[in-house]
């Protein structure tokens, strides 16, 4: 079968400016090229700065997930540093990432990902009458609460971090905040507030304990088929209508999986350093070859800018990445094509 080429210009439903271009033979990707048309150099705006320059500039690269840069950029301090951090701080920065955490989920699937649900080459789906009406920008009757709500656990990160998106308020050796009885109490009763009106009756259409019970696809078909709420909450309608318009035939990847892992013990992280990260994270970290599960280690990540608008090439360990721009017209004559480096494990 001969190979159809694809160009998407721009790329929607992401944080940035990207066109991408791709190979296709027998309904498989044989190749590749994704390109972020924007130079943005934030690791050349911070070069000659004072370390804790990263505290400002850092969360500024997005509006949307800005705390968990500012999160990676004080650990990078106290880890450098050999900072203390007490044991209270550790959790108010575990907080605040996890309330952003949560912000982020509703806010993408209805406002970058869902609204592609209702585009017109489904509308011979059986559902799609149902898609439109839950998923419509502005006024989808899921969209509008769902967009809304997201807000909330967002209120509590500005509570104790003073502002968001943009704050800076974790610093090396802990935050600059001390919570007080009234401001726990609030953050709790948001929390609740959040949990009850969207993840629980608009989202699952039943309890997160029962959600959580789920271990497989077949355990998630039938957490769907075991009550009307579960049927008609807007996880069972999108699981179900993903499956009628082939959405659960694309995507499956090469089978390889890796997650670096978040939110620390403060038992464990009193003094964080490399060595003791994977021991001390909560949500672990790790590899999944294909075959094996396996410890992350960060010694094997790898940035490669062959392909990138930046001198050189090769793959280096971040500590040892060059960002040096170079003429776009001169780097394509090298192949090169993207201001994104490419990620690379092992």
Request: proline share 5%; with cysteine.
């Amino acid at each position: 079968m001969a190979v159809k080429n694809m160009t998407i210009s721009p790329l929607g439903r992401v944080e940035g400016d990207l066109d991408l271009r791709v190979a296709v033979e027998d309904g498989v990707v044989t190749d590749a090229w994704t390109e972020a048309s924007m130079f943005r150099g934030f690791e050349i705006i911070l070069k000659g700065k004072d370390p804790q320059a990263g505290l400002i500039v850092t969360p500024r690269i997005c509006g949307i997930c800005g705390g968990s840069h500012l999160f990676k950029a004080v650990y990078a301090l106290d880890t450098a540093w050999r900072t203390q951090v007490p044991h209270n701080a550790t959790l108010i920065r575990n907080i605040a990432q996890a309330c952003e955490t949560l912000q982020s989920i509703p806010r993408w699937f209805y406002a970058l990902f869902a609204i592609d649900l209702i585009n017109k080459n489904y509308a011979k789906a059986q559902d799609y009458d149902e898609a439109v009406r839950r998923f419509a920008p502005f006024v989808g009757t899921s969209y509008e609460p769902g967009v809304t709500l997201s807000g909330k656990p967002v209120e509590v990160y500005a509570m104790f971090g003073g502002q968001w998106p943009h704050s800076s308020f974790m610093i090396p050796g802990g935050v600059m905040c001390g919570p007080t009885l009234s401001e726990v109490t609030r953050s709790i009763a948001i929390l609740d507030y959040w949990a009850d009106a969207w993840l629980e009756k608009q989202w699952l259409g039943g309890s997160v304990d029962r959600w959580l019970e789920n271990k497989t696809w077949n355990d998630v078909l039938a957490w769907v088929e075991e009550s009307d709420e579960h049927y008609n909450s807007d996880c069972g309608f999108f699981i179900r209508y993903a499956q009628e318009i082939g959405l659960d035939k694309f995507g499956q990847g090469a089978g390889a999986f890796l997650a670096t892992g978040t939110y620390f013990n403060p038992a464990e992280y009193e003094f964080p350093t490399i060595e003791g990260r994977n021991d001390a994270l909560i949500n672990r970290a790790g590899v999944y070859d294909g075959q094996e599960f396996h410890d992350f280690d960060q010694a094997k990540v790898r940035e490669d800018h062959t392909h990138s608008f930046f001198r050189g090439s090769g793959s280096l360990h971040p500590f040892d990445g060059v960002t040096e721009p170079v003429d776009p017209a001169d780097g394509r004559k090298d192949g090169k094509y993207s201001w994104a480096k490419s990620p690379r494990y092992d």
